[in-house]
């Protein structure tokens, strides 16, 4: 059976190997996109034709403001990977007392795609692109 010293030593060990296998510097976690403005995919507002100045979305940050519900403070996490999560929520917003949006960024700060759940109204996915991206 294997002692407390031997397995501390172990540790040690496989620790030393990987800082010289991997230069001594661990990669660092992408940092998330921090400035955007994305347009709903044709044009179509995020919470209906009810809400006309919804279209647009815009990141700075870690504020986010869409349209005529005002900026909030978002919840945004870089993956490892190519996108970033996005949690956000506006309280009330226009006649609708909350809306919340679960969406992800693929990057770079190319597509906002994710789901809004307006209280009182049906949820549904939307997709905006950055036309900054897309030239």
């Given at each position: 059976m294997a002692g407390a010293g031997s397995r501390s030593a172990l540790l040690a060990a496989t620790v030393a190997v990987l800082l010289v296998t991997t230069g001594g510097?661990?990669?660092?976690?992408?940092?998330?996109?921090?400035?955007?403005?994305?347009?709903?995919?044709?044009?179509?507002?995020?919470?209906?034709a009810d809400f006309p100045g919804t279209s647009v979305i815009t990141l700075q940050g870690t504020q986010i403001t869409l349209g005529e519900?005002?900026?909030?403070?978002?919840?945004?996490?870089?993956?490892?990977?190519?996108?970033?999560?996005?949690?956000?929520?506006?309280?009330?917003?226009?006649?609708?007392p909350r809306v919340k949006i679960k969406a992800t960024i693929y990057e770079p700060c190319q597509f906002f795609v994710g789901v809004v759940r307006p209280t009182g109204l049906r949820a549904w996915k939307f997709r905006a692109e950055n036309p900054d991206r897309l030239r």
């Open positions: 510097v661990a990669e660092s976690c992408r940092e998330a996109c921090s400035s955007a403005r994305f347009i709903e995919y044709e044009n179509v507002p995020l919470l209906g519900c005002g900026t909030v403070t978002a919840r945004i996490r870089p993956a490892r990977r190519y996108f970033s999560l996005v949690k956000a929520k506006w309280a009330p917003c226009g006649p609708v």
